[in-house]
C-alpha cells in the first residue's frame, strides 16, 4: 500500500488540475475525511495506479483519480492519441467522435473534441448520442484517421468506457495500443493540453442518413419483410435508428418494451444492462407475451450487439433467448443461401459450426483472437460473429459488430422461413442434422479480486486436466505463446473427443470465462432430442468439472 503522506500528496496534485467541478467535490470530501479507514482505503483504490489503456480502450468506474474514468483520465487519453496520429504523419487529419447516453459520455466526447482541435487535428462530433456502429460507419464514410466512441457498452451503471479506432474504422489491435499508451504516458500537466472553447463540427443528420441508406444494402431485393418483433433497446440508444432501419427496410413497425425504450443512465430496471445477463430480457418476454410477435429483438446499450429469442409454443406464451452461436450460424447460413462470397471469420471462442458451414458452402473460413479489433481485419471479410451477441454483416460499411444490421438480417430470414410455415428453431435443426449438433455454452466468474483470476489461470496451466466430463483432452494449448494462425494471448485450449473448452480472463469486466462446446452426432430429426439431452448432460459435466480444475 503507499505510503499515507505520498498517497494523500498525489490525490491533492490530482485534485488541483481536475477541470470537472462533481470529481472536484467528491476528491474534496475523501480527502478532507483521510483519516477515517474507509477513506483512505478508497483513496488508496484510486490512486493504486492508472487505467490501462489497451486494445479495448479505456473502461472502468466513474470517479476521481487515475484509476477511474473521468476527464483528467480521458483528456490525456485524447491527447495521448493525438499525439500518437501526428507522429504517424496525421498532423491535420480528422477524428470522428461519438458518445452514448451513459453518464459524462457528451463531456467527455467533447473534451476529446477539443484536445484534438487544441493539437491542430481536425475533429468532428456525432449529433447526439449514436449506436456505436454509426461511428464505426463514419470513420471510412467521411476518410477520417480515426474514431473515438464513448461508451461501456453493456458495463454497469456506474462505469464509462473510451474505444478507439484508426482509420480503416476497425478498433486498434498492438502494436498501436502499446505506441498511444507510451503517448498518454508521456503527458505532464493537464494545463500543458491546449483545449479551444470551439473549432470542431458538430456532423449534421446526413452522416446518419448516410448510415441508414446503407443498410438497405444487407437485404436482399424483393424478400418478405414480414416478420414481426419486439423489440428492446435496454435503457440505450439503439431504438430510434433501430425504428427508422426497419421503417426503410418496409418490416412491420416493432413494438417496443415501453420501460426500457428511452435512454437512461441509470438503467433502472436491470441489475446489468446486458441481454446475455439473467433477468435483463424479462420485461421483453412479458412483452412479447401480449404482443405475440414472431421474434424478440434486444440490442445492448450502444447497439453493437444483437440479441434475439423465440417462442417456444405455438401459442407465443414462452419464450426462449438464441445463444449468439446459434445466431451467428443462422446468419451464416442464410447468407450462403444468399450466394454470399468472401471469408467467413469468427473468434477462437465461438461455435465451430460456422467452420462447417464455411467449408461445405466453399467459402473462405478464418479463425481470430478474441474480439471485433481482429474479426474485422481479415482479409476479404464477408460475414463475421463472436458468440457474445456480436455481428459484422455489412464490412464494407462497418467493419465491427453492429446490432442494428445484424437485428435487419435476422428479420429478413425469420421473414423468409414464416413464408414457408417454418421458423428459426427450424433451421437450427437443419442444421444439427447436416452438420451435427454444435451445443455450446459458457461458465462465467465475475471476482472483486483479480488475483483470483490469475490464480485459476496458473493452476490450469501447472496442473492440466487430462480429462474433463468424462472425455480425454487430447490436446491442450497455452495460447501465450500463440499458434500458427494466432498471436499470443492470455487464454488456455483444450481439444477433447467431442467437445472443446476454452479459458482466458475477460479483456472488459473483471471475469474469469470459460468458452465450452460440444459435437453430439445426428442421424436424423428423430434423434434430435436424444442429441439435445446428451449434450446438456456433457455441457454440465464440462462446467463441474472444469470449475474444480480450475479451483473456481
Known amino acids: 500500500m503507499q505510503d499515507h503522506g505520498e498517497l494523500i500528496t498525489r490525490a491533492q496534485a490530482w485534485l488541483d488540475e481536475d477541470p470537472d467541478p462533481e470529481t472536484r467535490e467528491e476528491l474534496a ?9 474507509e477513506n483512505l482505503a478508497e483513496l488508496a483504490a484510486r490512486f493504486g495506479g492508472t487505467l490501462q489503456f489497451g486494445t479495448a480502450g479505456l473502461r472502468g468506474e466513474l470517479g476521481a483519480g487515475p ?11 485524447a491527447a495521448g492519441l493525438a499525439a500518437y496520429l501526428k507522429g504517424k504523419g496525421h498532423t491535420d487529419g480528422l477524428v470522428v467522435v461519438g458518445y452514448d447516453a451513459r453518464h459524462k459520455s457528451a463531456d467527455f466526447a467533447r473534451d476529446t473534441a477539443a484536445v484534438m482541435t487544441g493539437a491542430g487535428l481536425r475533429a468532428a462530433v456525432l449529433p447526439r448520442p449514436l449506436p456505436t456502429p454509426v461511428l464505426a460507419f463514419a470513420i471510412r464514410h467521411l476518410g477520417a484517421v480515426a474514431g473515438v466512441e464513448v461508451t461501456a457498452s453493456h458495463n454497469p451503471p456506474r462505469d464509462n468506457g473510451y474505444k478507439v479506432y484508426l482509420g480503416d474504422g476497425s478498433q486498434i489491435v498492438p502494436p498501436a495500443d502499446g505506441e498511444i499508451a507510451a503517448e498518454i504516458a508521456a503527458v505532464a500537466a493537464l494545463a500543458d493540453v491546449p483545449r479551444p472553447d470551439s473549432g470542431w463540427e458538430v456532423l449534421g443528420e446526413d452522416v446518419l442518413e448516410a448510415y441508414l441508406a446503407r443498410t438497405d444494402a444487407v437485404l436482399a431485393d424483393g424478400s418478405p419483410r414480414t416478420a414481426r418483433t419486439v423489440y428492446t433497446a435496454m435503457h440505450g440508444v439503439g431504438k430510434d435508428t433501430l425504428l427508422a432501419a426497419f421503417a426503410r427496410a418496409g418490416f412491420p413497425e416493432p413494438v417496443l418494451v415501453a420501460e426500457q425504450a428511452e435512454p437512461d443512465p441509470d438503467f433502472p430496471t436491470v441489475a446489468f444492462p446486458n441481454p446475455e445477463e439473467p433477468g435483463a430480457m424479462d420485461l421483453a418476454f412479458a412483452t412479447a ?3 405475440r410477435p414472431d421474434l424478440v429483438i434486444a440490442n445492448d446499450p450502444d447497439a453493437d450487439r444483437c440479441a434475439v429469442a423465440v417462442p417456444t409454443d405455438a401459442g407465443r406464451t414462452g419464450w426462449r433467448m438464441l445463444r449468439g452461436d446459434e445466431v451467428g450460424a443462422l446468419l451464416a447460413a442464410h447468407l450462403v443461401r444468399r450466394g454470399a462470397r468472401g471469408t467467413f471469420a469468427e473468434s477462437i ?28 481485419r481479415v482479409d476479404g471479410l464477408r460475414y463475421g460473429y463472436e458468440e457474445a451477441l456480436g455481428y459484422c454483416v455489412d464490412p464494407e460499411g462497418v467493419r465491427d459488430k453492429d446490432g442494428i444490421t445484424a437485428a435487419l438480417l435476422v428479420t429478413e430470414l425469420a421473414s423468409e422461413l414464416k413464408e414457408e410455415g417454418r421458423t428459426l428453431l427450424d433451421l437450427l435443426d437443419d442444421l444439427a442434422v447436416e452438420h451435427g449438433l454444435h451445443a455450446t455454452d459458457q461458465l462465467s466468474v465475475r471476482v472483486e479480486d483479480l488475483s483470483l483470476i490469475a490464480a485459476a489461470m496458473r493452476r490450469l496451466r501447472e496442473q492440466p486436466p487430462t480429462r474433463l466430463a468424462g472425455l480425454a483432452v487430447t490436446r491442450a494449448e497455452d495460447l501465450t505463446e500463440g499458434t500458427e494462425t494466432l498471436p499470443p494471448t492470455d487464454g488456455l485450449r483444450y481439444a477433447l473427443e467431442g467437445a472443446r473448452v476454452i479459458v482466458r480472463p475477460s479483456g472488459t469486466e473483471p471475469k474469469l470465462k470459460c468458452y465450452l462446446e460440444v459435437v453430439v452426432p445426428v442421424a436424423d430429426r428423430a ?5 439435445h439431452a446428451r449434450a446438456a448432460e456433457l455441457l454440465a459435466a464440462l462446467k463441474r468439472d472444469l470449475a474444480a480444475a480450475a479451483g473456481i
Do not use: Q
Not at 29 to 37: E, R, T
Not at 71 to 77: D, E, F, H, Q
Not at 356 to 376: D, M, N, P, Q, S
Open 29 to 37: 470530501k475523501l480527502l478532507a475525511g483521510a483519516d477515517a479507514p
Open 67 to 77: 484509476m477511474r474514468m473521468n476527464r483528467s483520465v480521458v483528456i490525456r487519453a
Open 289 to 291: 407475451r401480449t404482443a
Open 349 to 376: 471462442v465461438s461455435s465451430s459450426l460456422l467452420g462447417r458451414i464455411a467449408e461445405k458452402a466453399g467459402v473462405g473460413y478464418e479463425e481470430t483472437l478474441t474480439g471485433f479489433k481482429w474479426i474485422a
Open 527 to 531: 434423434g434430435l432430442p436424444a442429441a
